[in-house]
């Protein structure tokens, strides 16, 4: 797991759930939250933590960039999400250059909570994968949880076929490419390069191609009613559902 504060008010913790080796998880829980600090501070965030990832063109990539994303205490929702995005996206574009990225990934589950000036508190999440988020409330209710990336999900399973995989069963669901010699449980992660290769019918990738590096990004505001937040892998989620969890945890904190 990885966590940051990046100041007494906000909070950013999140799961990585490596697969075929533990190179990529390892890669992201490290650089995700420099990657995030830098777009949220700007310029500002590289002082102290720049020469730890001396990647070309960076720091001059976030300079333009924190630009449209200045932030203060009362940064706005979309501005978190791009953060998000383009954090997820330096990641992604890094992993190209791993060679043990070809066949070696990773999910996510990352969760930003900020206070803002009115003394609201907002949470944003980013997935990739099945590691899951479950919002739970005082009544220790499941008020919300993030929907796994799975291949078998219609609209996963539609972008998949259009870069020319299909979805087979074995043990599970799993996506198959003609190119590719082995087969992948989930539609979207970290790594696992070579089913992010353009394919020979299409001749370029569509949606993001037939294993996806694009997080999907929930946000809320935070009420009172709202009690705890749950990041598990699937290790969890194969043998517990979201209630049992619930419940497990406020017994707990109880």
Not at 180 to 201: C, E, H, I
Request: charged fraction near 25%; charge should be positive; hydrophobic fraction near 40%.
């Amino acid at each position: 797991p990885s966590n940051l504060k990046a100041n007494n008010n906000n909070l950013l913790v999140g799961i990585f759930d490596g697969h075929g080796g533990k190179q990529v998880a390892d890669f992201a829980a490290k650089r995700l939250p420099f990657y995030f600090l830098s777009y949220f501070k700007g310029s500002s965030a590289l002082i102290k933590f720049g020469q730890d990832f001396p990647e070309s063109g960076f720091s001059k990539k976030i300079k333009s960039e924190a630009k449209a994303n200045k932030s203060d205490s009362a940064k706005n929702i979309i501005s978190v999400e791009k953060i998000f995005k383009n954090s997820f996206a330096h990641i992604e574009n890094n992993l190209k250059t791993e060679s043990y990225a070809k066949d070696v990934g990773s999910t996510a589950v990352v969760a930003y909570i900020e206070t803002n000036k009115f003394g609201y508190r907002i949470l944003t999440t980013a997935w990739l994968g099945d590691s899951r988020a479950v919002l739970v409330d005082k009544y220790n209710k499941v008020v919300w949880a993030s929907k796994d990336h799975k291949p078998n999900d219609a609209q996963e399973k539609a972008r998949i076929e259009k870069n020319g995989g299909q979805v087979v069963f074995h043990g599970v669901p799993r996506i198959k490419l003609p190119e590719v010699n082995t087969m992948l449980a989930m539609s979207r992660s970290f790594g696992d390069t070579q089913f992010k290769q353009p394919n020979s019918a299409a001749g370029k990738l569509i949606d993001g191609g037939a294993v996806s590096g694009e997080p999907e990004i929930f946000n809320i505001k935070i009420s009172r009613d709202i009690k705890f937040l749950i990041l598990a892998c699937d290790g969890v989620w194969d043998v517990i559902s979201n209630e049992k969890a619930a419940q497990i945890v406020a017994r707990e904190l109880n």
